[in-house]
């Protein structure tokens, strides 16, 4: 059985530049914030490749965050990749005021 997490704070809004990421925690899960446009992305902070903490260190080509390790994309809003399996989860986001917060989707088991 699937069980919804709740809304975690995660960061103030204006801890995020444009285009750079940051990586916080909702409860143990790892997850990379970015802010693109002006629009709040939430996604696994782990890469499916080699299972590196690193995609808040990607940087932003077009709608999608490139691992800095070996360049695989994935898509802000899906988390998915053009090719291939192995995407990212990615998170709800919601903005109260200049407050993030993020809904994992499965407890310990999303990434
Ligand atoms: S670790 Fe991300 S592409 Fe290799």
Known sequence: MIKENEFV???????????????VFAGDDEVAL??????????????PHQHA???????????????????????????KRKFGNKGLETCEVLL??????VRTKTKNSMW
Do not use: M, R
């Not at 704070?9 to 990586?23: F, P, S, T, W």
């Not at 990607?58 to 802000?76: D, K, Q, T």
């Not at 109260?96 to 917060?101: R, V």
């Open 9 to 23: 704070y995660v960061a103030n809004i204006d801890e995020l530049k444009e285009k750079v990421g940051k990586k």
């Open 34 to 47: 970015f802010k693109v446009n002006g629009k709040i992305y939430a996604l696994g902070n782990i890469c």
């Open 53 to 79: 903490s690193i995609i808040f260190q990607g940087f932003i080509e077009e709608s999608c965050v490139v691992c800095p390790a070996h360049g695989w994309e994935f898509n802000l809003e899906t988390g």
């Open 96 to 101: 109260k005021g200049k407050k993030i917060f």
